[in-house]
């Protein structure tokens, strides 16, 4: 059907009368439909060189029915990055899916150089979708150290990042480095639906939080569940230590000088770390410990070694991010542990390999509607429903 556009010419100069003169102008049909695939189109690109980590970008493509974008990402001899987009992206809606490698700054490297590519290609949105936002740990000042989180997200907003799509951030705080919208969605409900499907008789099963830290966790997974729930205590703490909140600089050097006569300032008492001790019964029990992170294993067997002296029969692990690095499958193998279950937001094809006991929860579905939901301008609120503070 042919679109009739209205414009006015105005005639006439000096002391002659303006008159108008309307005149139709005809937009054939195929200019039309063309026009209109421009103004609605969706892009999917995949910014990783590295080739296992494309089959979660693979997943989601499935899912919508749409084809990967065509774009070429690769290092130079002298491991810069290059990123060559072969199609356009102008008045499109651009979704970037970024899972994160081992190399992590070439994994930060090629979004940011995407993200710039298509920002200067003039896309009308650009989507990060980040299932694992790397640096997520440091989040909180230590020392004399920095908050790289929130330099990584000034740096992705500088590049031009429209919008984040990510998934269980280390610290929810971590949206307010942004300022651009956030939907940091959950993957509970799938690690819940795996525990019920999955696990025999997990109805006598116990949730376990292997540091009060991760312990609301624990209760979220226990209350939906109906099961109980126990915390491990006094264990040799890790990242998360009595170092977070930055309050050590200046160093605490008593200095005369420095310090006026009439001034005491008190000493904090040193901490003195408890003998490990289990809040909660599970002797006779499944023990479910639950995470977010599962990176360096060693708090994890700590934790299976416990329960296991409590008479815990069998020790289940559950986290979203499997990043499992170093010697982790050999050390998972030769534990107490089970089964440890991981979602796919960072591929780990290689250490299931290593260890059989390693079994992957697939989150493309979410993922994938998110992006419909944000791509059609509908409402998120249905990936969040029933999900509370603590979640």
Not at 20 to 48: D, H, Q, R, W, Y
Not at 383 to 391: A, H, K, T, V
């Amino acid at each position: 059907m042919a679109v009739f556009n209205m414009c006015y010419i105005l005639l006439g100069s000096g002391n002659w009368k303006t008159k108008k003169v309307l005149m139709f102008c005809v937009t054939p049909p195929e200019l039309e439909t063309k026009m209109n695939i421009t103004k609605g189109g969706l892009v999917l690109f995949s910014a990783n060189s590295n080739s296992s980590c494309m089959e979660l970008s693979k997943k989601i493509a499935e899912r919508l029915g749409v084809e990967m974008g065509k774009v070429q990402v690769y290092q130079e001899p002298n491991r810069e990055t290059r990123v060559q987009i072969q199609e356009s992206v102008r008045g499109k809606d651009v979704f970037i899916i970024q899972t994160v490698s081992k190399d992590v700054n070439t994994t930060i490297m090629e979004l940011l150089i995407m993200v710039y590519a298509c920002k200067t290609s003039c896309a009308k949105s650009i989507i990060g979708v980040i299932p694992y936002f790397p640096y997520s740990k440091q989040c909180k000042m230590r020392k004399r150290g920095s908050i790289v989180s929130k330099l990584l997200a000034s740096m992705m907003c500088k590049a031009g990042l429209t919008h984040l799509i990510t998934m269980d951030l280390h610290q929810k705080e971590i949206q307010g480095f942004f300022n651009i919208p956030v939907d940091n969605l959950r993957a509970s409900p799938f690690l819940l639906q795996y525990i019920q499907e999955e696990i025999p008789d997990y109805r006598n099963a116990v949730i376990v939080a292997k540091s009060p830290a991760s312990a609301k966790r624990a209760q979220s997974f226990a209350e939906r569940l109906r099961l109980g729930i126990a915390v491990i205590h006094g264990e040799a703490q890790d990242a998360e230590s009595d170092l977070v909140d930055g309050r050590h600089s200046p160093p605490m050097v008593r200095s005369v000088a420095a310090i006026h006569p009439s001034l005491e300032i008190p000493m904090l008492i040193p901490k003195e770390k408890p003998p490990i001790t289990v809040v909660g019964d599970v002797g006779g029990r499944i023990a479910i410990i639950v995470d977010d992170i599962i990176d360096d294993v060693d708090s994890f067997l700590a934790a299976a070694e416990t329960l296991k002296e409590r008479g815990a029969y069998k020790i289940f692990v559950m986290a979203t991010h499997g990043l499992l690095s170093s010697d982790a499958p050999r050390l998972i193998e030769e534990s107490a542990i089970d089964e440890v279950v991981v979602t796919n937001t960072i591929p780990h094809e290689v250490q299931k390999l290593q260890c059989p006991k390693i079994k992957t929860v697939d989150i493309s579905m979410i993922l994938s509607e998110a992006i419909r939901r944000i791509h059609n301008g509908e409402s998120m609120s249905y990936l969040f429903r029933n999900i509370g503070l603590d979640d």
